[in-house]
């Protein structure tokens, strides 16, 4: 299985952006998939993630902000983010862990820079 983010790019404070993560296979059983974020200097942070029983988590710093949320019928999980803010400049990573098998996937990575 392998995933592709898309959406990333250059915005402004106050501003939106909606990224998208869509697998190479449709995805069967239980499995989260989520969106992570690394800033320059930074370790990777989990900035929210949902089941696929529709169950969703988010990280303090966006909460009210942005929201997650999936297609499984495409097998793609989305990332609305509104409000930008410069400290959401990073490299987003989206991720899919499936119970069976535990298996741990990552995406590419996907460039959100937004200018103050």
């Known amino acids: 299985v392998q995933l592709q983010a898309s959406g990333g790019g250059l915005v402004q404070a106050g501003g939106s952006l909606r990224l998208a993560c869509t697998t190479s296979e449709r995805i069967v059983g239980i499995n989260v998939m989520g969106w992570h974020r690394q800033a320059p200097g930074k370790q990777r942070e989990m900035v929210a993630v949902?089941?696929?029983?529709?169950?969703?988590t988010y990280a303090d710093a966006v909460k009210g902000r942005f929201t997650i949320s999936r297609d499984n019928t495409k097998s793609t999980v989305y990332l609305q983010m509104n409000s930008l803010k410069p400290d959401d400049t990073a490299v987003y990573y989206c991720?899919?862990?499936?119970?069976?098998?535990?298996?741990?996937?990552w995406g590419q990575g996907t460039l959100v820079t937004v200018s103050s």
């Open positions: 991720n899919i862990f499936m119970a069976v098998g535990r298996r741990d996937l």
């Open positions: 949902i089941s696929s029983s529709g169950d969703t």
